[in-house]
Nanobody, 122 residues
Framework: QVQLVGSGGGLVQAGDSLRLSCAAS????????MGWFRQAPGKEREFVAA????????DYADSVKGRFTISRDNAKNAVYLQMNSLKPDDTAVYYC???????????????WGQGTQVTVSS
């Protein structure tokens, strides 16, 4: 089992930046691919970003490429999502996720955090 606790959400204005954090505990953190999903009001959850267990491979949804950066610190059992140039369309609950590999994390993550709200005003 892996327990995930996301934090760092808040209310910001369009163009601002925000950094989300996710603290992991339980089974060995470093062997899992980590990522973020989001769910906007009235919409389905969607993949945002993922990073391989070693941090060398990163994947992003087209809607956030060039604006968001995912990173991880295996020594701290943590993963981060730096969000720049935020837009009102980025408003959603953001979920930290974990999976055995990058193939499955974008579709069927094994573990989910509780979610943190990000609201971007225009």
């Amino acid at each position: 089992q892996v327990q995930l606790v996301g934090s760092g959400g808040g209310l910001v204005q369009a163009g601002d930046s925000l950094r989300l954090s996710c603290a992991a505990s339980g089974r060995t953190f470093s062997v899992y691919a980590m990522g973020w999903f989001r769910q906007a009001p009235g919409k389905e959850r969607e993949f945002v970003a993922a990073i391989s267990w070693g941090g060398g491979i990163r994947d992003y949804a087209d809607s956030v490429k060039g604006r968001f950066t995912i990173s991880r610190d295996n020594a701290k059992n943590a993963v981060y999502l730096q969000m720049n140039s935020l837009k009102p369309d980025d408003t959603a609950v953001y979920y930290c996720v974990a999976a055995p590999n990058l193939v499955t994390i974008a579709t069927t993550p094994s573990y989910w955090g509780q979610g943190t709200q990000v609201t971007v005003s225009s």
